[in-house]
């Protein structure tokens, strides 16, 4: 079976800038995750999307935003790049949300590093 | 306080011996604890989850968690160089929403 994918695996923007990162989970997996992952530290929460709802969001600005779509691939958006958004971005996807034991489970993706000149 | 704190090493073990890497949570609501690894430049990858008190064993790897001491750990027996990585440890609270809070991880080297 196919593990997530994100796209693209690397991108360069400059400030100002907008980007979408795009994720397909494992296949079966109705929930996803965002995560960005600054050099030296812990994943920090973006946002959950499980059947294409909104479920948690961690504490960024509105800049940041996502939408899950029916066949629970996402997309994340930043408008207005910073240079303090340059970081890995990973996808994450389990089965469920808010679960407990195995449907709790995160299963990373190979992330998209983002640089912003 | 951090709501997960690790130590962030590096921490150096012999080739063989048993690697002890801690973590401690403040949320006592907390309910689901993860351990994941992370190779330099890639994504984490996961090697174990545990949710009741006491030990979690699978392979080389053994979970333990306390949650009156609210402390989780991993132990790796028979380290070997393959281990050498950054150990994520993640603490789920308790919502609707799986939302995961990680710690900056332990850095853990085998040495030969």
């Known amino acids: 079976d196919a593990g997530v994918t994100q796209s693209p695996t690397h991108l360069i923007k400059t400030r100002g800038q907008h980007v979408t990162l795009r994720c397909s989970p494992i296949?079966?997996?109705?929930?996803v995750s965002w995560y960005q992952q600054v050099l030296g530290q812990g994943p920090q929460f973006i946002f959950q999307?499980?059947?294409?709802?909104?479920?948690g969001r961690g504490n960024f600005p509105d800049r940041f935003s996502a939408r899950q779509f029916p066949n629970y691939s996402s997309e994340l958006n930043v408008n207005a790049l910073l240079l303090g958004d340059s970081a890995l971005y990973l996808c994450?996807?389990?089965?469920?949300?808010?679960?407990?034991?195995?449907?709790?489970?995160?299963?990373f993706g190979p992330g998209t590093r983002l640089t912003v000149l | 306080q951090k709501e997960v704190e690790q130590n962030s090493g590096p921490l150096s073990v012999p080739e063989g011996a048993i690697a002890s890497l801690n973590c401690t949570y403040s949320d006592r609501g907390s309910q689901s604890f993860f351990w994941y690894r992370q190779y330099s430049g890639k994504s984490p990858e996961l090697i174990m989850f545990i949710y009741s008190n006491g030990d979690k064993e699978d392979g080389r790897f053994t979970a333990q968690l306390n949650k009156a001491s609210q402390y989780v750990s991993l132990l790796i027996r028979d380290s070997q160089p393959s281990d050498s990585a950054t150990y994520l440890c993640a603490v789920k609270l308790y919502s609707s929403a799986s939302k995961i809070i990680f710690g900056s991880g332990t850095r853990l080297s085998i040495r030969p």
């Open positions: 296949s079966g997996h109705k929930s």
């Open positions: 999307y499980y059947e294409k709802e909104e479920r």
């Open positions: 994450a996807s389990s089965l469920e949300a808010g679960g407990m034991g195995e449907a709790d489970e995160q299963f």
